[in-house]
């Protein structure tokens, strides 16, 4: 058993996941049920209503089975990261109508991930459980300034009390959804043989791993459709620096075709100027782990990318979900605030026009191309800056572990005893 | 706290049995009421913030409108909540009679509240004010006084007022007729009537004549 396991007790967890976006909602919910179930010995029940884009994470997945039990793979940290009594997770297909199916219905906590509203067989099982149980509605990630002032704060709900738990980046959050030994991922994957042999394990020939993998600057891109990619393409087939892009398929995948005026099969690379494209399969949480691990600079799209990428220490750009009214620039922005704090001037301006006409905001530049050569140009300040800010990370403790150790009338207290109106009683 | 004549209107508490009408968490206001747990809460600050994929958080500072107990829940914005209509009724001071603050509603009942639960509104009676206020009454019971928004009350002592200044910058400090201690204009003197927003318990300006 690992330390962590020894110190606390056993609980039973139900998480709840609807699937949204595609891989965003189930590849947390994934990443954390294994989390808790690997480095905390908990019991855990993970309840999904699409297993279908589950199983493209988890190969392992019979989507077919409504109840089945899934060993959590190791991370890409060491090897030996494994307890040997890892317990398995139950992943069940959330119905609907809900049925229990051969769960048991009892839990010590309740996750509803992302507000996916809970059935009402579960609430009412949670009411007959008294007070000992916990439910808990983990929120989307934000660096805005409020999230701290929001993070376990109660909810009074049909007599119960649900308490929301806000991942973040700042000291009074829940933190970041990360395993601890992911840090050192990138130290495995950066000699250009360990990235080549990793290729090579995609199924790409040798002598083609081997000659890519020669290529210093390497980037890696997922993500949906982005009518700013024709310009970065651009961008990086002018520069004087040798681009290697590496493009797991996705959505995105057909925009890069369409730039090439060509198909890209996976496998197969294309040279452009000092851009080189490389398409790669569609790949699991733990070959995307490495993928960011071996890459210069990650173009992520979802959160769980978004903050795998911080805390390999690589420096990153998101492409964050779009929402109405353009909120989602004004949460890019709070995060851009928090990251460049001692940041090179120049260098965060670029960063900063880059982010955001990556996401389109309309008051931008119509051109990426120079902010993308100053960032390629300062690029070491950028690689040193992510690595502190890995450990700004790293400070406040992994989601899992925070989750394990919430105690809503511990924290509560101490968290708020500056507050005359934060009644304690909670 | 009690009331010791008969309403003169009928007093409806919440929903309809049977017909239990929900609210978003974001349709609350200031000053709206919601059921919690069988208690009533009274909106004092509603906090909206943009979450994920186009959905929204809610952050509420509430008070207890039995117990005068606060507490700040956080909800989504499409959480459904039970709202709690209040019956009010126009009322005017007429007399304090310890612990109870005792008002007149048109038709003469009268309406007792314990001085505890006037809040901030106690800062602002005095014997003889002819303000119209409104009388908030939960189950029955009256659970608060609500002052108008703007109220006029005499200043009793102030500091002489500053020569030359008129700008209404430079504030100090007057004692209202009830000892109420409010930060007034620099030119307000001894006698004065003056404008205060009960919203804030702040100076407006000189009442006019």
Known sequence: MTQQQQQQPVRRWQIFCRVVDNFGDIGVCWRLAQQLAREHGQQVQLWVDDLHSFVALQPQLNPQLASQWLTPTRTGGQASDQPAHCPAVQVLQWQQPFRWLDAEPQASVVIEAFGCQLPAEVISQMQQAGSELLWLNLEYLSAEPWVVDFHAAPSPLQGLTRYFFMPGFAAGTGGLLYEPQLAALPAQMASPLAFADWLESLQLPPQTARQLAQIDCRVSLFGYENPALPELLDSWQATTLPVLLLVPQSKISSGVEQWLGQALPVGESQQRGALTLLALPFMSQLDYDRLLAASSINLVRGEESFVRSQILGKPTLWHIYPQQQLAHLDKLEAFLNLYQQGMPAELARALKTASLRWNGDPEQPTTTSKCWDQLLFWLPEWQKHAEDWKKHCLAHGDLATNLVKFRPNEYSCAAFSHRNDWPCAW | ?209
């Open chain 2, 1 to 209: 706290m009690s009331i010791v004549a008969p309403l003169f209107r009928t007093v409806t508490i919440g929903p309809v049995p049977g017909k239990l009408i929900m609210k978003n968490a974001q349709e609350f206001r200031s000053g709206q009421v919601m059921n919690l747990n069988g208690q009533p809460w009274v909106v004092l600050k509603a906090e909206f913030n943009k979450s994920g994929r186009n959905s929204a958080v809610m952050k509420f500072k509430l008070k207890n409108l039995l117990t005068g107990a606060s507490q700040e829940p956080v909800y989504k914005a499409d959480d459904k909540l039970e709202p709690v209509t209040l019956e009010r009724s126009e009322v005017t001071y007429s007399y304090y009679s310890e612990p109870t603050y005792v008002f007149m509603d048109p038709d003469y009942n009268q309406v007792e509240i314990d001085a505890e639960n006037l809040g901030d509104t106690l800062k602002f009676i005095v014997d003889g004010m002819t303000d119209v206020c409104e009388a908030v009454f939960y189950d029955g019971r009256p659970i608060s006084i609500e002052l108008p928004t703007t109220i006029v009350r005499t200043v009793s002592y102030t500091e002489p007022a500053v020569r030359g200044d008129t700008s209404g910058k430079v504030m100090k400090l007057a004692t209202l007729e009830n000892g109420t201690e409010i930060s007034v204009s620099a030119f307000i003197e001894i006698g004065d009537a003056i404008e205060i927003d009960t919203r804030t318990g702040e100076f407006k300006g000189r009442a006019k004549a």
